[in-house]
């Protein structure tokens, strides 16, 4: 799995020649109010809310739905198995989506690097923050001067920013110092997944892991959030000591643990957990589905710093989380932006030797964390009948 391009000066010329030539195109082509351009990660893949929305929209016709793809390799990829996606460095890019009534982001302004004119930029962010984020990243001077940059280039131009809860609405317009009214309460489609009456799961993980894994009954997910400094899985003191007696666990329970590396870090499993059988990189396996698919398919997640243990929530799926770096990662990222020791609702390790612990113990059925994940869910997500995607499309239909 490719790690994120770095935003070379090249690059950025490259981003520069294409939006200044979409701003001509985009005053002379008439709209159409159906037309839809979605992008994540600055075009480099398609994931979270806009992957959710691609699919779902393609797939019953509520919009006429592109996808902008920004790596070459990735464009090629997503071709083969999708129609509507264009190479963002493209003259076929900027044509459709300047016929585009909206924009539909899940990073930053760049990932759709076209102009805005006549167009209403939904923001749809790709997670509910612990981290440190927009103006609460503000360590250096470097942080400062990004966050008034960010602020005029990017966090202004959007129209809308997509919430979960009024806490959630309060946290963003604070982190990205936007006007309350900005902030839409429908939720995020990429939980959709995980609401009554949708189909909960269109695979089966023991089937596409059948044969290289042995068969199992509990499915540990491991997904490491990103880190500005050089990191590991399983990042503690005590790991290679640990490494036979987290084996041991797994095969005396029946248990697989999946590891997924951030898309913007990949890691690679040292050598015992590999050749163990019972821990498996999925990372770079292109058969395995968004995280949240599989989310509905585990019985423990372990992260650390990730929003996905926010989203892991609605299944109230129980929760170990890896702090063993916690004071390197808040002096390179800066304070949390909500209580993360109390908001992060489980067990916090410091050691392999704690983990093991505590993964036996929710194997075993003692689950200590049920009303902390209760009391977390209910003010990060507030309920509400029906999918967050129906709820988004209402609102496009009546802008």
Same mark, same amino acid.
């Given at each position: 799995?490719?790690?994120?391009?770095?935003?070379?000066?090249?690059?950025?010329? $490259? %981003? @520069?020649?294409?939006?200044?030539? /979409?701003?001509?195109?985009?005053?002379?082509?008439?709209?159409?109010?159906?037309?839809?351009?979605?992008?994540?990660?600055?075009?480099?893949? &398609? /994931?979270?809310? =806009?992957?959710?929305?691609? +699919? /779902?929209?393609?797939?019953?016709?509520?919009?006429?739905?592109?996808?902008?793809?920004?790596?070459?390799?990735?464009?090629?990829? @997503?071709?083969?198995?999708?129609?509507?996606?264009?190479?963002?460095?493209?003259?076929?890019?900027?044509?459709?989506? =300047?016929? =585009?009534?909206?924009?539909?982001?899940? #990073?930053?302004?760049?990932?759709?690097?076209?102009?805005?004119?006549?167009?209403?930029?939904?923001?749809?962010?790709?997670?509910?923050?612990?981290k440190a984020i927009g103006? %609460?990243?503000?360590?250096?001077?470097?942080?400062?001067?990004?966050?008034?940059?960010?602020?005029? &280039?990017?966090?202004?131009?959007?129209?809308?920013?997509?919430?979960?809860?009024?806490?959630?609405?309060?946290?963003? /317009?604070?982190?990205?110092?936007?006007?309350?009214?900005?902030?839409?309460?429908?939720?995020?489609?990429?939980?959709?997944?995980?609401?009554?009456?949708?189909?909960?799961?269109?695979?089966?993980?023991?089937?596409?892991?059948?044969?290289?894994?042995?068969?199992?009954?509990?499915?540990?997910l491991y997904a490491p959030? %990103?880190?500005?400094?050089?990191?590991?899985?399983?990042?503690?003191?005590?790991?290679?000591?640990?490494?036979?007696?987290?084996?041991?666990?797994?095969?005396?329970?029946?248990?697989?643990?999946?590891?997924?590396?951030?898309?913007?870090?990949?890691?690679? @499993?040292?050598?015992?957990?590999?050749?163990?059988?019972?821990?498996?990189?999925?990372?770079?396996?292109?058969?395995?589905?968004?995280?949240?698919?599989?989310?509905?398919?585990?019985?423990?997640?372990?992260?650390?710093?990730?929003?996905?243990?926010?989203?892991? &929530?609605?299944?109230?799926?129980?929760?170990? %989380?890896?702090?063993?770096?916690?004071?390197?990662?808040? #002096?390179?990222?800066?304070?949390?932006c909500c209580d993360y020791?109390? !908001? =992060?609702?489980?067990?916090?390790?410091?050691?392999? +030797?704690?983990?093991?612990?505590?993964?036996?113990? !929710?194997?075993?059925? $003692?689950?200590?964390?049920?009303?902390?994940?209760?009391?977390?869910?209910?003010?990060?997500?507030?309920?509400?009948?029906?999918?967050?995607?129906?709820?988004?499309?209402?609102?496009?239909?009546?802008?």
């Amino acid at each position: 799995m490719p790690g994120k391009s770095k935003m070379t000066v090249v690059l950025g010329i $490259r %981003y @520069l020649f294409w939006y200044l030539m /979409s701003i001509p195109v985009a005053w002379v082509v008439p709209v159409r109010k159906d037309r839809v351009i979605l992008a994540s990660n600055r075009g480099e893949g &398609l /994931s979270g809310n =806009a992957r959710y929305l691609f +699919e /779902s929209w393609q797939k019953d016709g509520t919009f006429d739905v592109w996808a902008v793809i920004s790596r070459r390799e990735i464009y090629e990829e @997503l071709s083969r198995q999708h129609s509507h996606i264009l190479f963002a460095f493209s003259w076929e890019a900027v044509r459709v989506s =300047a016929k =585009a009534r909206f924009f539909i982001l899940t #990073h930053g302004r760049l990932d759709v690097p076209f102009s805005g004119f006549k167009k209403t930029i939904i923001q749809t962010w790709h997670g509910i923050p612990f981290k440190a984020i927009g103006f %609460y990243r503000n360590n250096k001077v470097s942080d400062k001067i990004r966050n008034i940059l960010y602020k005029w &280039l990017d966090y202004n131009s959007i129209d809308f920013f997509l919430s979960s809860s009024t806490y959630v609405s309060k946290l963003f /317009s604070s982190v990205f110092r936007q006007k309350p009214d900005k902030l839409i309460e429908t939720g995020f489609p990429r939980n959709d997944v995980f609401s009554p009456g949708r189909k909960r799961h269109d695979f089966s993980l023991k089937d596409l892991l059948k044969g290289k894994v042995p068969v199992f009954n509990n499915l540990i997910l491991y997904a490491p959030t %990103y880190r500005p400094y050089p990191t590991m899985y399983f990042p503690f003191n005590d790991r290679e000591e640990m490494y036979r007696a987290f084996i041991e666990l797994l095969q005396r329970t029946d248990s697989v643990c999946l590891v997924k590396s951030h898309v913007n870090q990949p890691l690679k @499993l040292d050598r015992p957990l590999e050749e163990s059988g019972r821990v498996i990189d999925i990372s770079n396996d292109t058969r395995l589905p968004d995280l949240q698919k599989i989310l509905l398919q585990a019985n423990i997640l372990v992260t650390d710093y990730s929003s996905v243990s926010i989203d892991a &929530l609605l299944l109230d799926l129980p929760c170990v %989380y890896i702090t063993s770096d916690i004071e390197q990662y808040v #002096h390179a990222t800066g304070e949390f932006c909500c209580d993360y020791n109390s !908001l =992060a609702s489980g067990a916090h390790v410091k050691s392999m +030797e704690d983990m093991i612990d505590e993964l036996n113990e !929710l194997i075993a059925g $003692r689950d200590r964390y049920r009303e902390e994940r209760r009391s977390a869910r209910e003010l990060f997500f507030t309920s509400s009948s029906g999918p967050s995607t129906d709820r988004l499309v209402s609102i496009m239909r009546q802008l």
